[in-house]
């Protein structure tokens, strides 16, 4: 049984809405695995309709453009970044966020690292001129660094990080670990060990930021 087949078999017993969900989900399935063997440059709708198991002219109907799709793709991602993270901070402010942001991010890595890559490789070639792609990364790194700033925030107003550290700072860095080390990990993942090289960073950064009683 090929692809297709497999899809109206399984969406013989769904609702419309039901239908249209998981094509989407195919497609975007499908846009991460073409972008991870071949890039963006050379994935098109075409393809990514059909190894999802679909018409050919399916996803060009569905998002206008491939950038109309990447866009879709990329808020998908980050929705299900931010789900993933608030499962871990919850409630949490202070340094126990400090701790849960980074041991989500340690996780996310491991589970969605096939995502992460062709994330990646979006955003670097969103870098070479003005997209709405790079304009959406920059709304969307304000947004990180505003919930890093405010961890500091919360911490210091409950007397559990010292007063001096500057949040907008700590902020800008902890996103320049977190961006760098996915970087890293994508780049040679057996170069790093996740669990020592974040177990360590949490230390580290526990000990800088708590306020010493």
């Known amino acids: 049984m090929n692809s297709r087949q497999t899809v109206e078999r399984v969406e013989g017993r769904m609702t419309q809405a039901e239908r249209t969900a998981l094509s989407d989900r195919l497609m975007f399935e499908a846009a991460i695995e073409l972008i991870n063997e071949h890039g963006t440059q050379k994935t098109t709708l075409k393809e990514i309709s059909e190894r999802a198991g679909y018409s050919r002219g399916l996803a060009s109907y569905r998002f206008g453009s491939k950038d109309g799709l990447i866009l879709e793709l990329f808020e998908r991602f980050d929705d299900r970044w931010k789900d993933h993270l608030h499962g871990y901070i919850g409630n949490a402010h202070g340094l126990e966020a400090v701790r849960q942001a980074a041991s989500a991010l340690r996780d996310f890595l491991k589970k969605e ?18 997209s709405n792609m790079r304009r959406l990364l920059a709304e969307h790194h304000d947004v990180y660094r505003h919930d890093a700033r405010s961890w500091i ?10 007063p001096d550290v500057d949040p907008a700072l700590f902020a800008a ?7 760098g080390i996915v970087y890293q990990w994508l780049v040679d993942a057996q170069a790093l060990e996740l669990d020592a090289v974040f177990g360590n960073y949490i230390d580290n950064t526990i000990k800088l930021l708590a306020k010493n009683e």
Do not use: P, T
């Open 113 to 130: 690292s096939g995502y992460l890559r062709a994330m990646y490789l979006l955003w670097y070639e969103s870098l070479g001129g003005d």
């Open 153 to 162: 925030e919360q911490g210091i107003e409950i007397g559990e990080i010292k």
């Open 173 to 179: 860095q902890y996103c320049a670990f977190s961006f």
